[in-house]
């Protein structure tokens, strides 16, 4: 059923030069799993993995708002403008192919993708307006909102108040985000990861960020 899945991403994707897909959806939806996966199944095209946690603004601008504000994080955590200029432009079709894979990297760090590289970006917000042009195939993981809460529990091992500040503030900006964008509709597909080991696409309609 999983390799159905990821075949069902793959066969959207255009060939004859580089594609970007896009693996957005909820925290703890299994979006760095299901990368790594898709780019497993892809192969022998060469692939591209890259994650939006490495383009993070420093804690002076991604805290300026409160460190537990929901529109902070919403706002303020990703540098966009280092996402957009050193890997998602170069790596389009018409693009140089040189890129960057952090936004620490330095310009002589940077590396060169094949002209035929499939680029896999996994993270969160990736449907929002700023980045959504960008995608050949957009994927939105979807699972309900308690059981992303308790898989965020079991990996945080963090104190139960403070883990309660923490998903209260990452909660209220995904609320944001699906008011904004409502990005099980922008999605090429959406994927319900609420059993992981047996994922199932739906329809938009039927995603539980639409509830």
Excluded: C, I, N
Aim: hydrophobic share 45%; glycine share 8%.
């Amino acid at each position: 059923m999983l390799d159905g899945v990821l075949d069902g991403v793959l066969d959207g994707v255009p060939v004859g030069g580089r594609a970007l897909v896009a693996v957005d959806g909820r925290g703890a939806s299994g979006k760095s799993t299901f990368a790594a996966l898709l780019a497993a199944r892809a192969r022998p095209r060469p692939v591209v993995l890259l994650h939006v946690d490495d383009f993070f603004h420093p804690p002076h601008v991604r805290h300026a708002r409160g460190r537990m504000s929901p529109e902070g994080f919403w706002l303020d955590t990703y540098d966009y403008g280092a996402l957009v200029a050193t890997a998602l432009e170069p790596l389009t079709r018409a693009g140089s192919g040189s890129f960057r894979r952090t936004s620490s990297t330095p310009p002589d760090g940077a590396e060169r993708a094949p002209d035929d590289a499939l680029v896999v970006v996994e993270g969160t917000f990736l449907l929002r307006d700023e980045l959504v042009r960008f995608w050949d195939v957009a994927v939105f993981l979807d699972v309900p909102q308690d059981e992303a809460e308790r898989r965020m529990r079991a990996r945080g091992r963090l104190d139960e108040a403070l883990a309660d500040q923490l998903l209260a503030r990452y909660d209220g900006a995904q609320r944001l985000y699906f008011a904004h964008a409502r990005p099980w509709e922008r999605a090429t597909l959406v994927v319900d990861t609420t059993d992981p080991t047996a994922p199932v696409v739906v329809d938009a309609g039927q995603a539980h960020a639409a509830r």
